[in-house]
């Protein structure tokens, strides 16, 4: 059986991604986004689709089942399920051209909810019979894409994100599933008005931007305190107690987030600004920082003395948080946390595919995800004919297999080296497919990359890749993290060893690497034989504002723009000409 799932057929969420499952074996997985180079394109997936299908030699009619993670929703229905008066206060607290903003924002979401006619189907307009399309329910995909990619025998499966539609169109904020021997079994929804879109209006208030900006706040957050303003946040924020989730009031604000010129108008974003200039950006942050932790820490607790479970598989877009994903690991109990590569809405492609598989065949699907590279691979030969179009601005040799000594060596004479191998990665981190490298054993490193080659903010800091069997040296608790989605303090003494790959509060999102990646295995292993560091900072290939690189026309312009010193792509290590004169 071969079933295509796909984030989103409306055109109308961000990740736009598409996954390829054949005999409950992922086969393909990929992000619109790196194909159109628009940094969490939206649009129907046709890119990512065309290139599953080309990757296994398949037509569109070859396709069993199409499994879609966004159903049409009720949309904005829901926005009154807890309180007639919610919508009300809302657009009440709006001031000067905020309601009409807000008002044309909704009109057409409250067409849908009428003329379903308007919920547009891309796969129906590429002739898809209609019978083969199955709509999934949203946070099951969700679940399914952590529990199936887990490799755990029986788990909690916890989804939470700002909101999407369950299986009767209705919006809510996740889900709880008991999973065991490859059944998902529905506990408990988190209503809609629980959403965690109130830190993604922390986040656009304090001038970053909506699904692009979370990860700034968590970062900017370990320069803050967040006792000196928690207390004046804390009431703007959801709240698990007794069995039951208290919401915020204005808490439909936090629905206008996407529209930032609508947010920032409300009385949620205008009393965000207010405490911003009172206490500063990096006060806010923490505050804003702690206050996630807090409250889903102790949903969490409450859940394992409902339902004991020792291990936990986790999806949405909350869980991109690598300092609450730390917490919740470290919680008394707990053995084993699965986040999933894709954690944000991208990943329901694979989660719709394989619980479709699991529904439509019976078996118990359950697979080991330890690499994340399901993307498209380009062949030396075909770089070979992108490096000749480039001639006339770039020098290249062919090294093969020799590339990682090269490049391990090169590293520690100072260089910041472009890496494109193999597949891409499945997901928004660079897992050593599409990674920079460089020396981490310099602070100036850091800054260097971020002012002259990233343009990345200031407080924003790097990662390590390091050896997995040497991760216990300088990380505390350390655990396999093949998709760097976990958060770990650096060993005593060990900070001087690293200090451009680990932040100001003395952590480390670290990527683990195992020598079934070969080449980028080998980069580290050589690393280490010449410092004794087992560790190199990798961060994304990509200048800030773009998506990571897809093809090695990208990985080339970014070499010429000055990103990199060279570029180790396939077997050839390529450097800019020096320019006569």
Same mark, same amino acid.
């Given at each position: 059986?071969?079933?295509?799932?796909?984030?989103?057929?409306?055109?109308?969420?961000?990740?736009?991604?598409?996954?390829?499952?054949?005999?409950?074996?992922?086969?393909?997985?990929?992000?619109?986004?790196?194909?159109?180079?628009?940094?969490?394109?939206?649009?129907?997936?046709?890119?990512?689709?065309?290139?599953?299908?080309?990757?296994?030699?398949?037509?569109?009619?070859?396709?069993?089942?199409?499994?879609?993670?966004?159903?049409?929703?009720?949309?904005?229905?829901?926005?009154?399920?807890?309180?007639?008066?919610?919508?009300?206060?809302?657009?009440?607290?709006?001031?000067?051209?905020?309601?009409?903003?807000?008002?044309?924002?909704?009109?057409?979401?409250?067409?849908?909810?009428?003329?379903?006619?308007?919920?547009?189907?891309?796969?129906?307009?590429? &002739?898809?019979?209609?019978?083969?399309? /199955?709509?999934?329910?949203?946070? @099951?995909?969700? #679940? !399914?894409? =952590?529990?199936?990619?887990s490799g755990f025998d029986q788990?909690?499966?916890?989804?939470?994100?700002?909101?999407?539609?369950?299986?009767?169109?209705?919006?809510?904020?996740?889900?709880?599933?008991?999973?065991?021997?490859?059944?998902?079994?529905?506990?408990?929804?988190?209503?809609?008005?629980?959403?965690?879109?109130?830190?993604?209006?922390?986040?656009?208030?304090?001038?970053?931007?909506?699904?692009?900006?979370?990860?700034?706040?968590?970062?900017?957050?370990?320069?803050?305190?967040?006792?000196?303003?928690?207390?004046?946040?804390?009431?703007?924020?959801?709240?698990?107690?007794?069995?039951?989730?208290?919401?915020?009031?204005?808490?439909?604000?936090?629905?206008?987030?996407?529209?930032?010129?609508?947010?920032?108008?409300?009385?949620? &974003?205008?009393?965000?600004?207010?405490? /911003?200039?009172?206490?500063?950006? @990096?006060?806010? #942050? !923490?505050? =804003?920082?702690?206050?996630?932790?807090?409250?889903?820490?102790?949903?969490?607790?409450?859940?394992?003395?409902?339902?004991?479970?020792?291990?936990?598989?986790?999806?949405?877009?909350?869980?991109?948080?690598?300092?609450?994903?730390?917490?919740?690991?470290?919680?008394?109990?707990?053995?084993?946390?699965?986040?999933?590569?894709?954690?944000?809405?991208?990943?329901?492609?694979?989660?719709?595919?394989?619980?479709?598989?699991?529904?439509?065949?019976?078996?118990?699907?359950?697979?080991?995800?330890?690499?994340?590279?399901?993307?498209?691979?380009?062949?030396?030969?075909?770089?070979?004919?992108?490096?000749?179009?480039?001639?006339?601005?770039?020098?290249?040799?062919?090294?093969?297999?020799?590339?990682?000594?090269?490049?391990?060596?090169?590293?520690?004479?100072?260089?910041?080296?472009?890496?494109?191998?193999?597949?891409?990665?499945?997901?928004?981190? =660079?897992?050593?497919?599409?990674?920079?490298?460089?020396?981490?054993?310099?602070?100036?490193?850091?800054?260097?990359?971020?002012?002259q080659m990233k343009n990345r903010?200031?407080?924003?800091?790097?990662?390590?890749?390091?050896?997995?069997?040497?991760?216990?040296?300088?990380?505390?608790?350390?655990?396999?993290?093949?998709f760097m989605t976990m958060a770990?303090?650096?060993?005593?003494?060990?900070?001087?060893?690293?200090?451009?790959?680990?932040?100001?509060?003395?952590?480390?999102?670290?990527?683990?690497?195992?020598?079934?990646?070969?080449?980028?295995?080998?980069?580290?292993?050589?690393?280490?034989?010449?410092?004794?560091?087992?560790?190199?900072?990798?961060?994304?290939?990509?200048?800030?504002?773009?998506?990571?690189?897809?093809?090695?026309?990208?990985?080339?312009?970014?070499?010429?723009?000055?990103?990199?010193?060279?570029?180790?792509?396939?077997?050839?290590?390529?450097?800019?000409?020096?320019?006569?004169?």
């Amino acid at each position: 059986m071969i079933i295509l799932g796909l984030s989103d057929v409306a055109g109308a969420h961000h990740n736009s991604s598409v996954a390829l499952v054949r005999d409950n074996h992922i086969l393909f997985a990929a992000s619109e986004e790196r194909f159109t180079r628009i940094k969490y394109d939206m649009n129907f997936p046709r890119n990512a689709l065309d290139a599953s299908l080309e990757h296994a030699h398949l037509k569109l009619d070859d396709i069993d089942y199409f499994a879609v993670g966004y159903p049409p929703s009720s949309f904005y229905n829901d926005l009154f399920e807890r309180n007639i008066w919610d919508g009300i206060r809302s657009f009440g607290g709006l001031v000067g051209p905020g309601a009409l903003i807000m008002f044309k924002y909704l009109v057409p979401n409250f067409k849908k909810m009428y003329k379903p006619a308007a919920f547009q189907n891309g796969l129906l307009e590429l &002739g898809v019979p209609q019978e083969k399309i /199955i709509f999934m329910d949203h946070h @099951a995909s969700h #679940a !399914a894409s =952590a529990y199936r990619c887990s490799g755990f025998d029986q788990c909690l499966s916890l989804s939470m994100d700002g909101f999407g539609p369950n299986r009767q169109g209705k919006n809510i904020a996740g889900q709880v599933y008991r999973c065991e021997n490859g059944h998902m079994d529905l506990l408990e929804e988190i209503p809609l008005y629980a959403t965690a879109l109130w830190f993604s209006a922390v986040t656009v208030c304090l001038g970053l931007h909506y699904m692009d900006g979370e990860g700034k706040t968590m970062g900017l957050a370990a320069y803050g305190d967040p006792k000196i303003c928690q207390a004046d946040l804390e009431e703007m924020v959801f709240e698990y107690q007794e069995q039951k989730w208290r919401g915020y009031d204005y808490w439909i604000d936090y629905v206008m987030t996407p529209r930032e010129d609508v947010l920032v108008k409300t009385r949620s &974003g205008r009393k965000i600004n207010r405490l /911003i200039q009172k206490h500063g950006k @990096a006060h806010v #942050a !923490a505050a =804003a920082q702690s206050l996630l932790e807090k409250r889903l820490l102790g949903y969490i607790r409450v859940l394992k003395e409902k339902y004991p479970f020792q291990k936990l598989a986790l999806a949405g877009g909350t869980f991109l948080n690598v300092k609450v994903n730390k917490l919740i690991r470290e919680l008394d109990g707990i053995d084993h946390v699965f986040i999933h590569p894709h954690a944000s809405d991208g990943g329901t492609a694979i989660g719709a595919a394989l619980e479709l598989a699991h529904q439509k065949n019976g078996s118990s699907v359950i697979l080991e995800m330890n690499d994340a590279n399901l993307g498209v691979q380009f062949s030396d030969d075909e770089i070979k004919t992108e490096l000749d179009t480039f001639a006339n601005d770039i020098e290249w040799q062919f090294l093969g297999d020799d590339i990682s000594e090269y490049v391990g060596t090169a590293l520690t004479q100072g260089k910041v080296i472009g890496w494109f191998q193999g597949r891409e990665e499945w997901g928004p981190r =660079a897992l050593g497919r599409r990674s920079v490298l460089a020396d981490p054993r310099k602070p100036e490193t850091r800054d260097m990359i971020n002012s002259q080659m990233k343009n990345r903010d200031w407080f924003m800091p790097f990662a390590p890749s390091c050896m997995e069997d040497k991760g216990h040296m300088y990380f505390k608790n350390f655990c396999p993290t093949p998709f760097m989605t976990m958060a770990f303090e650096v060993v005593e003494g060990k900070e001087q060893d690293i200090p451009s790959a680990i932040h100001v509060d003395n952590t480390a999102r670290v990527h683990s690497v195992r020598p079934d990646n070969p080449r980028y295995y080998r980069v580290i292993e050589t690393f280490y034989r010449k410092t004794g560091v087992p560790v190199i900072l990798n961060t994304s290939f990509n200048r800030h504002g773009l998506p990571i690189v897809h093809r090695p026309k990208e990985a080339l312009e970014h070499l010429l723009w000055g990103c990199v010193h060279e570029l180790a792509i396939g077997g050839y290590v390529v450097r800019r000409k020096k320019k006569e004169g």
